[in-house]
């Protein structure tokens, strides 16, 4: 009796203190990881939710970009964190669902090491080209591209998001391209704007102005359906030349050991920013498609992404290291 006594009593105790940490939650600044360089979309939504979450709780959140090696150094950062609620991090298609299958090791498990807090917004990408090309629609490229193997040249960042979408239409049509490195998207611009490089198959969001200005064609864009920002580019799908469906998503994470309360507290505040219309209407206005998912459709989600994206990854052959 005694024993289960203390067990009664210690787990009222969790119970209680767990409540009095939810209600204090934040009682200082808290920083949120983001694993990227400013002006991406993992950037673009750290801010975001970061802004969002400091009117909630009247208490400072703080974006910390952390690049190196792709999203790995930032995402290892938010894994050594203490597990406090003090430290967050934005977690999306690269480093949650890619990385497993583009490096040979990494340290951490997607999966395991860390807690889904929400995910918000969704982006297709889309392939451009430059505007004097001698072809005007993703078939006249590939067309193009197989009776000219390795001629069309394509930027790209080894092991990004941009790079496997290549490769996955590449890998599906047969067709060969001649892959020239970046490092990032602005230089890849520069250059397809000159016409030094063909193509370009970029994050929708920062594509989109590129389209609107008609300085590049828009062949295809990556997502299982049309985009309603140009809503006359067809799916890479639909064209039957090659089954694609890629977006890259986003949302906030925790590391896998923070307190319960404070979990649930930061998924009703998450949830309650995805729904904003004001927020959702933002995320629509710059190619978004805004998401709110259950914990449960969450964790499920990102499995799924985290197995799709690894055994296709092996079956092209595309890594990163």
Known sequence: MRIVSAAITAALWLALSGMALAQTYPDHPVRIIVPSSPGGGFDVVGRVIAERLQRQYGQAFVIENRTGAGTLVGTEAGLQAPADGYTLMVGGLSNMALNPGLYAKIAYDPVKDFTPLGLVVSWSYTLISRKDAPYRDLRGMIDYARANPEKLTVGYG????????????????????????????????????????????????????????????????????????????????????????????????????????????????????????????????????????????????????????????????????
């Open 158 to 321: 080894k092991g990004s998001g941009q790079h496997i979408a290549i490769a996955t239409l590449e890998n599906a049509t047969g067709v060969k391209f001649l892959y020239v490195p970046y490092r990032g998207a602005q230089p890849v611009y520069q250059d397809l704007l000159a016409g030094r490089v063909d193509m370009y198959f970029d994050n929708s969001q920062t594509a989109l102005p590129q389209v609107e200005a008609g300085a590049v064609i828009p062949l295809a864009v990556s997502s299982r359906m049309r985009q309603a920002f140009h809503p006359d580019v067809p799916t890479v799908s639909e064209t039957g030349l090659a089954p694609m469906d890629m977006e890259t998503w986003f949302g906030l994470y925790a590391p896998a050991a923070t307190p319960k309360p404070i979990v649930e507290t930061l998924r009703a505040s998450v949830s309650k920013i995805a729904t904003d219309p004001e927020v959702m209407a933002l995320f629509r206005k710059i190619g978004g498609r805004p998401l709110n998912m259950t914990p449960q459709e969450m964790e499920a989600f990102v499995k799924e992404e985290l197995d799709r994206w690894t055994e296709l990854l092996k079956r092209i052959g595309v890594t990163a290291d």
